[in-house]
T-cell receptor, first 116, second 115 residues
């Protein structure tokens, strides 16, 4: 079955430190990969995506993610965390066939908590 | 605000009642999606439309659920004979397919509580 795994329910980081939120996927072929963020009482917001090309993709709010095909991973990173980054983060994939590119499969989410 | 909007934001209903939710996508987007999100989980795909055509439905979409997008613009999701297990956040998203972008833009959701 196609799935996305976020092994950490919560990640705690001190402000100013680098952060990593982990994601691995189990999908046949080469999917599209995404990160979304969800703030309280607000909808999911698109952060970044990997379609093809450079394995390191940059997105909104200083976030970046590294695609690793051999490890089927797409970890989210930021060099210096801010308190305002505290939110719920979802890794997601669109599995092949990409020509139809319909449903997104989401991970279960990782709550990121940045302490001052 | 030109984002995806959903109405109502909250709905409390008694078991057995019917409910209907509305989603207005970003105006130029040709695809519209419905997802369901329960506490502690990521959103789960329910169905999607390309223009007015409903192209895919998840196994999660039982026969009590029906979705429409009659004019290829807004969409409605109806749940008949609601059950307590239907309590969840219902998310709508839209996207513009054919321009090389694949990200979906989400509305704020409708939180359904079935008592």
């Amino acid at each position: 079955a196609q799935s996305v795994a976020q092994p950490e329910d919560q990640v705690n980081v001190a402000e100013g430190n680098p952060l990593t939120v982990k994601c691995t996927y189990s999908v046949s072929g080469n999917p599209y990969l995404f990160w979304y963020v969800q703030y309280p009482n607000r909808g999911l917001q698109f952060l970044l995506k990997y379609i093809t090309g450079d394995n390191l993709v940059k997105g909104s709010y200083g976030f970046e993610a590294e695609f690793n095909k051999s490890q089927t991973s797409f970890h989210l990173k930021k060099p210096s965390a801010l308190v305002s980054d505290s939110a719920l983060y979802f890794c997601a994939v669109i599995p092949p066939p990409l020509v139809s590119a319909s449903r997104i499969i989401f991970g279960s989410g990782t709550r990121l908590s940045i302490r001052p | 605000d030109t984002g995806v909007s959903q109405d109502p934001r909250h709905k409390i209903t008694k078991r057995g009642q019917n409910v209907t939710f509305r989603c207005d996508p970003i105006s130029e987007h040709n695809r519209l999606y419905w997802y369901r999100q329960t506490l502690g989980q990521g959103p789960e795909f329910l169905t999607y439309f390309q223009n007015e055509a409903q192209l895919e439905k998840s196994r999660l979409l039982s026969d009590r659920f029906s979705a429409e997008r009659p004019k290829g613009s807004f969409s409605t999701l109806e749940i008949q004979r609601t059950e307590q297990g239907d309590s969840a956040m219902y998310l709508c998203a839209s996207s513009l397919v054919g321009q090389g972008s694949h990200e979906q833009y989400f509305g704020p959701g409708t939180r359904l509580t079935v008592t």
